[in-house]
């Protein structure tokens, strides 16, 4: 994935997952980017009590940011050979500052672990949804169990064109960056492509069933079939435009299979996923941009609620992030 010049990777203290620094790592060598790898320590509330008589929540924090500072360094040092490579203690809470992160110092990737704790029965949750929400750049969340190299890769894309102009464009846009990125991680990891688009055909379901707009059925089955081969189509044009910008060479080297899938995306796209057994699924994660505060559309939310994959999740061009600068 050559786009990416400016890498912020993020590490736990309680798990060091070097995971995410070695994906980060080696990404940035192939791209001849930089990574600032940060760690997110919790601000010491300013009405504490602390044990030493002298000692005040402004020199505790001191303390703990310099502690985890001198780890960083440590964790961070064998890597230097490699890329230009620095660490970062960030205070407050964490997905708030990994964002101001970003927009302060203009980060093009976000790649950490999930967090998911072990309770919960999803495996993206807390400050993970709240990241794949409101960061303004592409999110990389890296499942910490995969192997050093994905096998399979699976692009999720929306190419119905029933959306009104400007939404459409932006969906559109927010495709192609989806195969742009899908398929340059394929080549670099020598992985299966694997393109999904999952379709409906409105008001089948009415037609077929109730009493006051009940179709014949093989008028029914001639529509839905038009509807298929409509989006049949739409999603052929999306390929051929990917191979387009990609090379035909290296197309012809991934051989992307296509799915094209009748049913709820929230439903159909989650399944796909653990049936080809993928290990990243690259997809968008915002329905319109114009209204700040849009964050994520509700089939790309519950289709994330749904997966135990790596996501890199994008952006659509125009998104504007809730999170400011300012407390």
Same mark, same amino acid.
């Given at each position: 994935?050559?786009?990416? %010049?400016?890498?912020?990777? =993020?590490?736990? #203290?309680?798990?060091?997952?070097?995971?995410?620094? /070695? *994906?980060?790592? !080696?990404?940035?060598?192939?791209?001849?980017?930089?990574?600032?790898?940060?760690?997110?320590?919790?601000?010491?509330?300013?009405?504490?009590?602390?044990?030493?008589?002298?000692?005040?929540?402004?020199?505790?924090?001191?303390?703990?940011?310099?502690?985890?500072?001198?780890?960083?360094?440590?964790?961070?040092?064998?890597?230097?050979?490699?890329?230009?490579?620095?660490?970062?203690?960030?205070?407050?809470?964490?997905?708030?500052?990994?964002?101001?992160?970003?927009?302060?110092?203009?980060?093009?990737?976000?790649?950490?672990?999930?967090?998911?704790?072990?309770?919960?029965?999803?495996?993206?949750?807390?400050?993970?949804?709240?990241?794949?929400? %409101?960061?303004?750049?592409? =999110?990389?969340? #890296?499942?910490?169990?995969?192997?050093?190299?994905? /096998? *399979?890769?699976? !692009?999720?894309?929306?190419?119905?064109?029933?959306?009104?102009?400007?939404?459409?464009?932006?969906?559109?846009?927010?495709?192609?960056?989806?195969?742009?990125?899908?398929?340059?991680?394929?080549?670099?990891?020598?992985?299966?492509?694997?393109?999904?688009?999952?379709?409906?055909?409105?008001?089948?379901?009415?037609?077929?069933?109730?009493?006051?707009?009940?179709?014949?059925?093989?008028?029914?089955?001639?529509?839905?079939?038009?509807?298929?081969?409509?989006?049949?189509?739409?999603?052929?044009?999306?390929?051929?435009?990917?191979?387009?910008?990609?090379?035909?060479?290296?197309?012809?080297?991934?051989?992307?299979?296509?799915?094209?899938?009748?049913?709820?995306?929230?439903?159909?796209?989650?399944?796909?996923?653990?049936?080809?057994?993928?290990?990243?699924?690259?997809?968008?994660?915002?329905?319109?941009?114009?209204?700040?505060?849009?964050?994520?559309?509700?089939?790309?939310?519950?289709?994330?609620?749904?997966?135990?994959?790596?996501?890199?999740?994008?952006?659509?061009?125009?998104?504007?992030?809730?999170?400011?600068?300012?407390?």
């Amino acid at each position: 994935m050559k786009r990416f %010049k400016n890498i912020l990777c =993020v590490i736990d #203290v309680r798990s060091a997952e070097r995971h995410a620094l /070695e *994906r980060a790592v !080696a990404l940035a060598e192939n791209n001849q980017a930089r990574v600032t790898v940060a760690t997110v320590t919790e601000r010491v509330p300013a009405a504490v009590k602390l044990p030493q008589e002298k000692s005040t929540p402004t020199d505790m924090q001191a303390r703990l940011k310099d502690a985890r500072a001198r780890w960083l360094d440590t964790l961070i040092e064998p890597y230097r050979s490699r890329v230009e490579i620095n660490g970062k203690v960030l205070v407050g809470t964490s997905f708030l500052e990994i964002i101001r992160e970003v927009l302060r110092n203009n980060h093009d990737l976000v790649i950490k672990c999930p967090e998911s704790p072990e309770w919960l029965d999803r495996f993206f949750a807390g400050d993970d949804m709240h990241l794949l929400r %409101k960061c303004p750049c592409p =999110v990389w969340l #890296v499942k910490p169990e995969t192997a050093d190299s994905y /096998e *399979r890769i699976l !692009a999720a894309v929306d190419v119905d064109d029933n959306y009104p102009p400007a939404e459409l464009k932006t969906r559109q846009a927010l495709n192609g960056t989806v195969m742009e990125l899908a398929s340059s991680l394929a080549v670099s990891e020598f992985a299966q492509l694997h393109v999904v688009h999952a379709w409906e055909a409105i008001g089948e379901s009415a037609m077929r069933h109730s009493a006051f707009m009940s179709q014949p059925e093989d008028k029914v089955n001639a529509y839905v079939d038009q509807v298929c081969q409509h989006h049949s189509q739409l999603l052929d044009a999306l390929m051929q435009e990917t191979g387009a910008n990609l090379g035909q060479d290296a197309m012809d080297y991934i051989k992307p299979q296509r799915h094209l899938l009748k049913g709820s995306a929230r439903k159909e796209i989650p399944a796909l996923a653990k049936r080809l057994q993928v290990d990243c699924i690259v997809m968008g994660t915002v329905a319109r941009t114009g209204v700040r505060g849009f964050i994520m559309g509700n089939t790309a939310e519950t289709i994330l609620e749904q997966l135990d994959c790596s996501v890199l999740a994008i952006k659509p061009p125009g998104f504007e992030t809730p999170v400011t600068l300012e407390d």
